[in-house]
Each structure stands twice: as structure tokens, then as C-alpha cells.
């Protein structure tokens, strides 16, 4: 028997988006949607429409541009929602709705307040709906797995007949347990009759740290599609983490007799993409993707590796992308570096270009390979500079410090037009930098998380800070700077901060 195909379903734009913390501006999810489709996954859904307005525009920003996969609208079963995703996806040629609604006692009682009839009358009713605007219509179950086995395959059953073509089995809260889930697969496929017109399809979360496995054992039992993002990120524990799911079935044939559409050698690409905008970052010790994945430490290991490396790898990293040879060099053209920087979905005004160029080139003046990694930390960080939305600019800083000097610094930063001065000191620069930056754009925004990292070698290296502000109400915002200078890589980090806080203050008003 030939392998059945498993459809791939990446929610990293939306469930990924929801992990604490990780807000993507509509450049940075564009970007992630070309890569995705360069992973050829099947079916991307690239938002919630009805959530925000950012949320609307993304999503249509990705319909209207993004060829190859299904994109996808997330939307409850209620009119405005369905009529909403579809307002957004409609632009694709590859238009997907997917509409859900809780069916558990718990959910259905206390979240929707809702009888098992109203809700399976929701369904039908939205499903309905969604299938007037196009032919591809998921239906999801939330919290499938704590739901009355029986009502769950009456309301699938509906469903189908309504024309769902995918039904989505969700284990909302990461309760399920391999056997038990898969056998929950078994009783859909057995209890539901006209189960062979819909692709059954899983969407696990990782709060006992099973989202993987569970999709997994789902797919031995018949399930064809799975739902995750790349890196695992997500709600709380996250979601099943696509790179995982797809190399099991690409290592293990002989097991699961099945394989994916999935261009693997764009997976280690899009990991550091994801990692690198939401500002999640990947253990090192992570299967697949973490930078320990294919390091070999003991010297046994490293014995067996060299004289085979089947002796201790079961799978290489070329597959997964993960290369470290030298990309450009200080005697690369333009247009190398143009061509190179299309390869990775960037476009730039010349302006822009001869700029990037340039500090490619320096880079390699200083080192002798310039990787994959430092282009893109350079090239995003030109895009984030060109980004018309930034209402927060610094215009001056200056710092003072030494040995018997307080730290002091003086900024001059404009806000909608309007130049502001301010100066604190501090514990050292960076502290009194962002003190001051702080009492001029909003005293309650409090420093999380600060990390740096030089990008290449030697005390001239470019470095790289990643940095989590948050706001009055405890919503978390990472931002990311470069620059050979320690200090201004750091300011120009709160700086990017601060824009996506003001640019969600203004969210909240419109
Ligand atoms: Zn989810």
C-alpha cells in the first residue's frame, strides 16, 4: 500500500501568536507566511479576524500575497465572525474558513452557557454559512477531548453534512493521554457515518507535554491532517511542534507508513525566523531545531559520527536546512547580496539596498563568513527601521560614564511629531539610558527580559538584544536591535519596544 499523505496545518500565526508575549507586527507575519509557504505546508491559518483590526489586515495582507497553501480565518459560529474571516480570506485563491465552538459540558455550561441543541444548531447554522462563501470549511470541536463521546460525533456528523471537509478534534487544554486520544480517533471513525467525506484532523496542546506524541498516535488511527506551529509555540505549554511532528513521519516511514508535502530543508530557516520575531527562543537541547540537536560532545560519539554517521545520527541536519557555510563574502557584488536577500523574501527600495550592501560587506571585511543569520538580523533590522508605523523615534542620546563617574545619559526622543528631553542616571548606561527613555514615554513600562548576543567574533562585533517590556496591564512586547555598539543596540531595542506599545495604545482606541 502507498504512503498516505498527512496535511500539514500551521496555526504559528495565529495560536503561535497567542504564546505571552509574542506579538508580531504585520511585516514580521507576512514574512513568516512566505517562509511557510516556502515549507509548502498545506493550510495556514494566518489569523482571527474578528480579534482586532491589526488582526483583519494581517490576515487579508497574507490572502492577497501569499501563493501555495489554503489561507485560513479562524471565526466562532456566528454570523459576524464568518462573514468577517471571509471578508479577509476571500483575497486568496485558496480561501479557507474555520469556525468553531465549544462542545464540552464544562465549556458549554459555564464558558457559552449554551444546551448541547444550541450549540449543535450553532454549528450546523455556521458551518452552513462558511460553505455559502467557499468550498474549504473546517469545523472545530474546542475541547473535543473532554466532550461527551457521543454528542462529539452527532455534531461532527452534522457538520459533515452540512459540508465541512475538514473536522478538527482538538485537545484544547493538553489533557489527553496518547492511547486514550487515539482511541477517541477509533470511536469518530467508527461512530460517525459519513466520517470518509471529512479529513479528520488534531490540534493538541502541550500542557502535559504530549501535543506531539498525541498527534502522532492520532494520525496511526486515522487522522489526516495535523495542527501546529513551528517551534511549538503557543497558548500556556504551546502546541504540537510541527518540525517534530513532520521529521517523526519522514524518519520513521517504515512506523507510520505516511509522509507530508513538506519541503524539510526550509525548517531550520523558519524555526530562526519564528524564534527570531516573536523572541521565543528554542532550548538548545530541543529535538529537531535546538543548537545542540545535532552536536556531538562525548568523544565517542564523535568517533562513531566521523567514521559513520548513522552510528549515532538518525537523521541529518542538511535535511532540516541547517547548513554553515559561507553565504557571502567581502567580495560579494550587489547583486549577489540582492539575489541572496530575494532567496529570503526581503524587498528593499536601492536606498535601502546599497545600505544593507554595505554593512554585509563591512561584516565580511571583519570575519570571514558572513551566515545566513547575521543577513537577516541586518536586514530586519533596516525593514523595522523603514517601518512607516514607528511613532516613537530617538533622535539624540548621549551617555557619560567611567570609574567615578555616575552613569548619565540625555535623550531626545520624538513622539508623534513632537521632540521630548529627558535625563536620568543609573546603575550604568543602559540603565540610565532606558530611565530616561522611560520618563519621557510612560513611566509604567517596566523591563522584563534582556538578552545579548554578539552576532559575529572579536570586541567589534555587531550586537544583537533581544528585550521583553511590559505594560501597565502586564501584556508582555519583545522588540530586537543591532548595532556595533552595546549601548545603542540596547536603547534602539526599548525604542522598538516602545513603538509596539504605543502601536497597541492606539489599537485600543480606534
Ligand atoms: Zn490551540
Redesign the pocket.
Known sequence: MGKRNIEIFD?TLR?GE?SPGATLTIDEKLKIAHQLAKLNIDTMEAGFPIASNDDFEAVKLIAENVDGPYICGLCRTVEKDIQKAWDAVKYSSKPCIHTFIATSDLHLKYKLKKTRDEALEMAKKGVKLAKSFTDRVEFSAEDASRTDKDYLCKIIQAVIDEGAVVVNI?D?VGYAQPNEFGDLIDYIKQNVENIDDAIISV?C?NDLGLAVVNSLEAVRRGAGQV?GTINGI??RAG?AALEEVIMNFKTRPDYFNCDTGINTKEIYSASKMVAGYTGIHVQRNKAIVGENAFAHEAGIHQHGVLSNPLCYEIMNPETIGKKTELVFGKHSGKHAIEDGLKKLNYKFSPGQLSKITQKIKDLADKQKTVLEEDIIAIADYELNKSSKKQTVVLEELSIISGNKITPTAVVKVNLNGTTKTSSAYGVGVLDASTKAIRNILGPDVKFKEYELKAITGGSDALADVSLTLMDKSKKKYNARAIDSDIVMASVKAVINGMNKIEREKNKKSD
Do not use: A, I, S, V
Open positions: 496555526t495560536d497567542q482538538p484544547t490540534h496542546h495542527e503557543g497558548e502546541n
